[in-house]
């Protein structure tokens, strides 16, 4: 790809002089973030023949080894009970995770990782830090540790614009 091509695939470029601030950090975060992720997609794909949807549905079971009910990973992932459903059906298939009986309501279910889908995961997850080390190595320590406390600061001042 040309760097005129690559430049034009770049959400950040329609950026003009008389767009807002904000709108332009916006479209800046949305650029860096969109040109990561597909790259992560790449990657899970080659490498270990998974879409990111599973990764990021094992890493949360990974956080919580008791499991989580299918409704806590629909708002942790940010996407519909039938998209999490569909994820675990797969991963359940692959004997990956398993539904449990939730011990706080017998009525509910939880999913939890198996012992190969935490050994799987363990694997993936070892990789994929690698790869996001690699695809910002070129960043200073310092400016890291200055976009992390930006960015941690944003996200609590929208958190505290939600909850008015």
């Known amino acids: 790809m040309s760097d005129f091509e690559d430049h034009e695939l770049d959400l950040a470029s329609r950026l003009r002089q008389e767009h807002h601030q904000s709108l332009k950090l916006w479209l800046r975060m949305l650029s860096c973030t969109v040109r990561i992720e597909n790259e992560i ?8 023949g998974i879409t990111l949807p599973r990764f990021d549905l094992m890493a949360q079971l990974e956080r919580h080894p008791d499991g989580l009910r299918m409704g806590e990973l629909s708002k942790r992932m940010m996407v519909t009970g039938g998209n999490v459903t569909g994820i675990t059906d797969q991963l359940e298939r692959e004997g990956l995770v398993v539904r449990v009986p939730d011990p706080n309501d017998r009525r509910a279910w939880a999913v939890r990782l198996t012992p190969a889908g935490r050994s ?6 070892a990789v994929h830090e690698r790869w996001i ?5 070129d960043i200073p ?10 960015l941690a600061s944003m996200k609590e001042r929208l958190r505290v614009d939600e909850e008015r």
């Not at 799987?120 to 997850?125: G, Q, R, S, V």
Request: zero cysteines; hydrophobic letters at 60%; glycine letters at 4%.
């Open 41 to 48: 997609r790449t990657r899970l794909r080659a490498g270990f």
């Open 133 to 137: 080390d690699e695809m910002l190595a």
């Open 120 to 125: 799987a995961f363990a694997e993936m997850a």
């Open 141 to 150: 320590a310092e400016d890291k540790a200055s976009l992390i406390a930006l």
